[in-house]
């Protein structure tokens, strides 16, 4: 292990450096990606929707 | 065949209350699914209401958000099928939905992740949103899309890549000039955002 880090003496630090800032980066995409769906969760529902749903109620009723 | 049996109209009215809290969610998987915001709330609603009339075979207690996400897909996808035209036209209105800027005040970096997105091949990127967006286990997300959980680990994994590497090199379409360096601005809102919680 020694050996190997004096011949390559940045290699194993560097490697960790890029894997976290891999990392960081997969965070950061993720974080927006959940923010951008969360957005339209978050939109009020269009009043058709729940129109819709309880004119289905109302013919469910009748049968 | 379908049930004719009378159903418990107490049933009924558990499965409505569990529908309705599903709603926002149908809406924003069919957005991402079709890109154009009036047709998302058009699929949302034939999802809905096809939920609505195979209730009789869900089993309260089990996992309805997963139930109805597949219906989604599933009408989608069927509807994609029989007119190629109407393929087409989504697809063009995919494409401008994705590229217009409808909200100014929109944070930049969101808005490139959605024209980044849009490159990404659709497998890659439904099963990208029903895991990393969605909160579905990839178990769950395997049962969506109707394939093996590896082939949707696989697809995730892909497109995660795919993505970083679309918005380091600023590599998606944008109207009237370069992109920019996406990442850097998704990754300034990241440190923002983090130090904010």
Redesign the interface.
């Known amino acids: 292990m020694i050996e190997q880090q004096s011949q390559h003496p940045v290699s194993g630090s560097e490697a960790n450096a890029a894997l976290d800032e891999a990392r960081l980066r997969q965070q950061a995409i993720g974080v927006r990606l959940r923010q951008m769906f969360d957005e339209v969760v978050n939109e009020p529902v269009p009043d058709d929707f729940l129109d819709i749903l309880r004119r289905a109620d109302k013919s469910a009723e009748r049968d | 065949m379908i049930d004719r049996s009378p ?1 418990d109209p107490a049933l ?1 009215e558990a499965f ?1 209350l569990e ?2 809290t599903l ?3 149908l ?2 998987f069919a ?2 699914l079709c890109g154009d915001a009036t047709a998302a ?1 058009d699929l ?2 034939d999802a ?2 096809k939920a ?2 195979a209730r009789s075979s869900f089993q309260m207690g089990t996992n309805m958000k997963a139930w109805t996400f597949m219906i989604l897909r599933n009408q989608f996808y069927s509807e994609k099928r029989r007119s190629w035209r109407q393929t087409q036209l989504d697809q063009e209105a995919a494409e401008r939905t994705l590229v217009a800027v409808d909200d100014p005040e929109a944070p930049v ?2 808005d490139e ?2 024209l980044s997105l849009g490159m990404l091949p659709p497998e890659q990127r439904e099963a ?2 029903l895991v ?3 909160g579905f286990a990839y178990e769950e997300a395997a049962e969506i899309c109707g394939v093996a959980v590896g082939t949707v680990k696989s697809r995730v994994s892909r497109a ?1 890549k795919a ?2 590497s679309i ?2 090199d600023g590599a998606y379409d944008r109207d009237g000039g370069a992109a920019g360096d996406a ?1 850097r601005s ?2 300034a ?2 440190e923002r ?1 983090s130090t904010v919680r």
Do not use: F
Request: charged share 30%.
């Open positions: 159903r009924d409505k529908l309705v709603i926002p969610h809406r924003a957005r991402t709330d949302a609603q809905m209401m609505w009339d970096a969101l992740l959605r990208l949103i990393g967006a969605g995660r993505l970083q918005l380091e990442m998704i990754l809102d990241a955002l």
